[in-house]
């Protein structure tokens, strides 16, 4: 591509359907189709998931829509730090990216190193250690997994949190090597539950981690449903603490 390296922003990812044909047919492609000779360096970058009472056509997911596609890397973050690292990281990198935010914490506030500095990609963060489960998250749902374990830890129950950052690609390792640590696994995903981010994780661990499981895997995501638009339905739409919490619980007491 001659050097260029565009970005292209959308108000949300709700309105990148339109340009599903340039960024699965032909960005995603064009490495593949070009026999390895041209990269396609260009980074998609907007809001995703729900932000509110904005109904069904503008509150979808698409971690999982874009991560099933060859050729693209997604990339997902609410921590300001990773804004920055990872979209830097992002812009320098060969492939098409998706890069996705959160509308509705546009305005978090978090420490922001000065200079230039990069995020890898492909490579979770652990937010939080713990020794009797393990949450992995992404995106918003991680301030709700972070204020879980905060409520986890008045009863007693140590909560590992993940962050993965990075949708693909998935960095297991990190995943597995906490499940051996904590025999348990919690997955919260925004993403509506068929074929979703939290399924593909589900299969991974019990590839990888199932002798080390002392209770199934268990998946919070959003409902199976498009968003209503109102306000008590959005609350009951999406995992929240009190659901991760009793999720907790549940899978700690298995066979008790």
């Known amino acids: 591509m001659n050097?260029?390296?565009?970005i292209v922003e959308f108000m949300t990812w709700n309105f990148a359907i339109l340009a599903f044909d340039q960024i699965v047919n032909n960005a995603a492609k064009t490495l593949s189709q070009s026999g390895g000779q041209f990269n396609c360096p260009v980074v998609f970058r907007g809001p995703s998931g729900s932000a509110g009472q904005l109904a069904q056509q503008h509150s979808q997911t698409f971690e999982s829509w874009m991560a099933n596609c060859p050729g693209l890397k997604v990339i997902s973050i609410v921590d300001p730090a990773d804004a920055k690292g990872l979209l830097k990281s992002a812009i320098r990198d060969e492939d098409p990216i998706c890069f996705m935010e959160s509308e509705s914490l546009y305005g978090l506030k978090g420490e922001v190193p000065e200079g230039d500095y990069t995020t890898p990609?492909?490579?979770?963060?652990?937010?939080?250690?713990?020794?009797?489960?393990?949450?992995?998250?992404?995106?918003?749902?991680?301030?709700?997994?972070?204020?879980?374990g905060e409520e986890l830890e008045k009863e007693g129950i140590s909560a590992e949190i993940i962050d993965l950052r990075?949708?693909?690609?998935?960095?297991?390792?990190?995943?597995?090597?906490?499940v051996k640590k904590t025999n348990r696994l919690i997955v919260v995903d925004e993403c509506w539950p068929f074929a979703g981010v939290s399924s593909e994780i589900t299969y991974r661990v019990q590839k990888y981690a199932f002798d080390y499981l002392d209770a199934p895997v268990t998946?919070?995501?959003?409902?199976?449903?498009?968003?209503?638009?109102?306000?008590?339905?959005?609350?009951?739409?999406l995992p929240n603490v009190t659901k991760i919490v009793k999720a907790v619980k549940e899978v700690m007491y298995v066979g008790a």
């Open 121 to 148: 990609i492909g490579v979770a963060a652990i937010r939080k250690e713990g020794s009797d489960v393990t949450i992995v998250s992404f995106n918003k749902m991680m301030e709700v997994c972070k204020k879980a």
């Open 3 to 6: 050097g260029l390296r565009p």
């Open 166 to 178: 990075t949708i693909r690609p998935l960095d297991i390792d990190t995943i597995v090597n906490s």
């Open 219 to 237: 998946r919070l995501n959003a409902a199976d449903t498009s968003l209503p638009y109102a306000p008590t339905l959005v609350d009951e739409y």
